[in-house]
């Protein structure tokens, strides 16, 4: 299985037009323009998806709604999922992977720190044991070798959101 985290794009900061929620917080206008031309970047490495599991806050949610978008795949391949929030660990998240036995290529979508822990414990074996932090709108591709008894496999690139954007202009 194609394995990509990938971390929200950037988003209001706390407290202004989201009323001091960490829930609400939206993308800004320059979240979406970049977030759009790193989706082009994953397009053009022939980049698809068969289902992206988010985060339900909105910053994750409108992330995953412009990858489609800009990747031409439907909206029904997101499926919100709390597995993802803020804090969740991450056995349930796998235990959710394992209900779509048919995805070769999954895109997940969260929050630091958690997303540098899961690509830490399935390439490592345990969370944190990587210093990893994925920028925003950065996207880290691990190759799953083994499901069972735990998710294990190797990175095979990591990409930060500049470098996206430099492909899709390429």
């Given at each position: 299985?194609?394995?990509?985290?990938?971390?929200?794009?950037i988003a209001e900061?706390?407290?202004?037009?989201?009323?001091?929620?960490?829930?609400?917080?939206?993308?800004?206008?320059?979240?979406?323009?970049?977030?759009?031309?790193?989706?082009?970047g994953l397009r053009?490495?022939?980049?698809?998806?068969?289902?992206?599991?988010?985060?339900?806050?909105?910053?994750?949610?409108?992330?995953?709604?412009?990858?489609?978008?800009?990747?031409?795949?439907?909206?029904?391949?997101?499926?919100?999922?709390?597995?993802?929030?803020?804090?969740?660990?991450?056995?349930?998240?796998?235990?959710?992977?394992?209900?779509?036995?048919?995805?070769?290529?999954?895109?997940?979508?969260?929050?630091?720190?958690?997303?540098?822990?899961?690509?830490?414990?399935?390439?490592?074996?345990?969370?944190?044991?990587?210093?990893?932090?994925?920028?925003?709108?950065?996207?880290?591709?691990?190759?799953?070798?083994?499901?069972?008894?735990?998710?294990?496999?190797?990175?095979?690139?990591?990409?930060?959101?500049?470098?996206?954007?430099?492909?899709?202009?390429?």
């Amino acid at each position: 299985m194609l394995f990509y985290i990938i971390r929200h794009a950037i988003a209001e900061p706390l407290g202004e037009a989201n009323a001091f929620s960490d829930e609400r917080r939206a993308l800004t206008p320059v979240g979406r323009e970049r977030m759009q031309r790193i989706a082009k970047g994953l397009r053009r490495l022939a980049v698809e998806f068969d289902l992206v599991l988010t985060s339900p806050l909105v910053r994750a949610v409108e992330t995953a709604e412009i990858l489609v978008a800009e990747m031409g795949a439907s909206r029904d391949l997101i499926k919100q999922t709390e597995t993802l929030a803020p804090g969740a660990s991450f056995e349930p998240l796998f235990e959710e992977i394992r209900r779509y036995p048919d995805v070769e290529s999954l895109a997940v979508v969260g929050h630091q720190p958690g997303l540098g822990d899961l690509v830490s414990l399935l390439v490592v074996g345990q969370p944190g044991a990587l210093a990893l932090e994925l920028k925003k709108g950065g996207v880290c591709l691990v190759k799953i070798e083994r499901t069972i008894p735990s998710f294990r496999g190797r990175m095979a690139w990591l990409l930060a959101p500049k470098q996206l954007r430099l492909i899709a202009k390429a």
